[in-house]
């Protein structure tokens, strides 16, 4: 299983970027699919997260800025960021969790990250 994370950049303080994590690779389902954070020395954080049905859960820090969606037809989860402010600067890590094969548990998945910088 593979999870590759892509959008992440430079931005200005205010802007706007998308990230997108596509999952790849032999999976029977995906359940909870999830943006973190990270930055350095500091533990890595919940940003958001989207059941399988839709229902979401965000960190008080970025509600009513960010936005997660997927796409189950794709097995790729969205993270929409506006109004992006310095301290949203960090390694950003798509999640998933998901059940390799029939009967299995569901086990985590993580992607390689990808950079977010926010300047002011």
């Known amino acids: 299983v593979q999870l590759q994370a892509s959008g992440g950049g430079l931005v200005q303080a205010g802007g706007s970027l998308r990230l997108s994590c596509a999952v790849s690779?032999?999976?029977?389902?995906?359940?909870?699919m999830g943006w973190y954070r990270q930055t350095p020395g500091k533990q890595r954080d919940l940003v958001a997260a989207?059941?399988?049905?839709?229902?979401?859960n965000y960190a008080d820090s970025v509600k009513g800025r960010f936005t997660i969606s997927r796409d189950n037809a794709k097995n790729t989860v969205y993270l929409q960021m506006m109004s992006l402010k310095p301290e949203d600067t960090a390694v950003y890590y798509c999640?998933?969790?998901?059940?390799?094969?029939?009967?299995?548990?569901?086990?985590?998945?993580w992607g390689q990250g990808t950079l977010v910088t926010v300047s002011s």
């Open positions: 999640n998933i969790q998901a059940r390799p094969s029939f009967g299995r548990r569901p086990s985590d998945y």
């Open positions: 690779g032999r999976i029977f389902s995906i359940e909870d």
């Open positions: 989207i059941t399988r049905n839709g229902g979401t």
